[in-house]
């Protein structure tokens, strides 16, 4: 079964970091492109960060750049998030997502086809 | 960053009703749209990737179209298992954003 379990999360105070995890199984994870998307109590999903399948290449929603690190590990099917300097408003459930490529008309399209179960971070004194 | 606004953000209709949301971008994205359903406390599943492609397992009721700037995403007719919130989301830029949701509810 094609699963992804993240991990890490839980109540940290303003300014603190944290590291959340996210296993993935059924799938070889080497060669997908993964995404962290969150989502704050009561509102909408909002991408966090994506990485290439080997690791080499990442990108980061403006909120986050500078703060977060996307990195994974291939050998363990993991992917992570390191977050530093935690703010009020990066409370969220956090989740990991595969993404999957559709070639088209010589277009590359991509979605974000398996999902986790979240983790919440809390950010609060 | 690319903008994505949905319409309406919330909806009510019946079982067997045929609905319609629509989502715009800020600038064209050609056809780098996807869809999303997400249900309380679950995770998103995707619907519709390249804005009119029927993601596998997905229920054919369900179809996508637009390009450029302008989408829809349709339910033919409306089942007890598809009241949930419908998200848009753009892959043309790095920086990929979602629509604010569109909260689809029982009449």
């Known amino acids: 079964e094609v699963q992804l379990v993240e991990s890490g999360g839980g109540l940290v105070q303003p300014g603190g970091s944290l590291r959340l995890s996210c296993a993935a199984s059924g799938f070889t994870f080497s060669s997908y492109w993964m995404h962290w998307v969150r989502q704050a109590p009561g509102k909408g999903l909002v991408w966090v960060s994506r990485i290439n399948s080997d690791g080499s290449s990442t990108s980061y929603a403006d909120s986050v750049k500078g703060r977060f690190t996307i990195s994974r590990d291939n050998a363990k099917n993991t992917l992570y998030l390191q977050m530093n300097s935690l703010r009020a408003e990066d409370t969220a459930v956090y989740y990991c997502?595969?993404?999957?490529?559709?070639?088209?008309?010589?277009?590359?399209?991509?979605?974000?086809?398996?999902w986790g179960q979240g983790t919440t971070v809390t950010v609060s004194s | 960053d690319i903008q994505m606004t949905q319409s309406p953000s919330s909806l009510s209709a019946s079982v067997g009703d045929r609905v319609t949301i629509t989502c715009r971008a800020s600038q064209s994205i050609s056809s780098y749209l996807n869809w999303y359903q997400q249900k309380p406390g679950k995770a998103p599943k995707l619907l519709i990737y390249a804005a009119s492609s029927l993601q596998s397992g997905v229920p054919s009721r369900f179809s996508g179209s637009g390009s450029g700037t302008d989408f829809t995403l349709t339910i033919s007719s409306l089942q007890p298992e598809d009241f949930a919130t419908y998200y848009c989301q753009q892959s043309y830029s790095r920086g990929i954003t979602f629509g604010q949701g569109t909260r689809l509810e029982i009449k």
């Open positions: 997502a595969r993404e999957r490529g559709y070639s088209s008309g010589g277009y590359y399209y991509y979605g974000m086809d398996v």
